[in-house]
């Protein structure tokens, strides 16, 4: 059988999202989440009430989801560029890295104020980093984000966002296609720090379009390797989520089919596990 990554990001943006993915962990219908230590549901209570979730479930990890986009502040005093105290917007942040104007130390040493938090919030270093918005892969912010991870926490695995599959199906997808491009370099970077990647990703689409999750599932199990990541975003709407993310209904959607009858039966007919 195919051991997969089922990984929920945004633990920690508030507490309806935590709820949902502590739910989803303790019931096994997930064995990863990334946590956001800027976030604002993530004082030490949700950290405890995490850990125990990810107790109950065989080999679930728990990683650091490395944020540097608004609406968020950073946790060091002298970031930059913000915007009224805030990250700038992730268009504003992969403009500046295109363009060479990002300060590759300032963003290293962000990324190791969030691995230490991360570290004094959970008693240990991440299982494994990623990044909100796929920010990790950007130019100008790669390199600095590799070097706090293998300073800090040299044995996590870092997300990569590239698909598997033959080149004409990926063409079909611009979203999914440019997150590939930017993989690539990545990869070989994490290569040449000895940082270790999943080999294949999956779980991108376009939230604004409400898809059929379940149909959507079933084409990211396609082709994923063994040791594969599939992101997710389930969870409750609240009024904190509401405030801060735009990604709000879909995210109860995912949750609903996750914890249903169907979702297991998918696995079953595609040879996969998550334990």
């Given at each position: 059988m195919r051991r997969i990554w089922l990984c929920a990001d945004d633990y920690g943006i508030s507490a309806g999202v935590n709820r949902g993915i502590r739910d989803l962990l303790a019931h096994g219908r997930l064995n990863a989440t990334s946590v956001m230590v800027v976030g604002g549901a993530i004082a030490r209570d949700e950290a405890e009430a995490l850990k125990a979730s990810a107790a109950s479930a065989p080999r679930a990890a728990i990683g650091l989801h490395v944020t540097l986009t608004a609406p968020f502040r950073p946790l060091t005093m002298h970031f930059r560029p913000v915007h009224g105290g805030l990250f700038p917007s992730y268009p504003r942040l992969l403009r500046a890295g295109v363009t060479r104007r990002l300060d590759g130390e300032i963003i290293r040493t962000e990324v190791t104020v969030q691995l230490k938090t991360f570290a004094d919030l959970f008693g240990r270093p991440p299982d494994f980093v990623d990044g909100h918005q796929h920010a990790q892969l950007y130019p100008g912010v790669r390199d600095g984000f590799l070097d706090a991870v293998k300073e800090i926490a040299p044995n996590a695995w870092v997300r990569?966002?590239?698909?598997?599959?033959?080149?004409?199906?990926?063409?079909?997808?611009?979203?999914?296609?440019?997150?590939?491009?930017?993989?690539?370099?990545?990869?070989?970077?994490?290569?040449?720090?000895?940082?270790?990647?999943?080999?294949?990703?999956?779980?991108?689409?376009?939230?604004?379009?409400?898809?059929?999750?379940?149909?959507?599932?079933?084409?990211?199990?396609?082709?994923?390797?063994?040791?594969?990541?599939?992101?997710?975003?389930?969870?409750?709407?609240?009024?904190?989520?509401?405030?801060?993310?735009?990604?709000?209904?879909?995210?109860?959607?995912?949750?609903?089919?996750?914890?249903?009858?169907?979702?297991?039966?998918?696995?079953?007919?595609?040879?996969?596990?998550?334990?």
């Open positions: 990569q966002s590239g698909r598997a599959g033959p080149l004409a199906v990926r063409l079909t997808e611009p979203k999914a296609l440019f997150l590939d491009l930017l993989s690539a370099q990545f990869r070989r970077r994490a290569a040449r720090a000895s940082i270790a990647v999943n080999p294949g990703f999956a779980g991108a689409y376009d939230f604004s379009k409400a898809p059929d999750f379940g149909q959507l599932m079933a084409q990211f199990l396609d082709g994923l390797p063994d040791g594969g990541v599939i992101m997710c975003h389930p969870g409750f709407v609240d009024e904190a989520l509401i405030g801060l993310d735009p990604l709000t209904t879909q995210r109860e959607r995912e949750h609903a089919y996750l914890a249903g009858e169907q979702f297991p039966l998918l696995l079953a007919a595609n040879n996969v596990t998550l334990s």
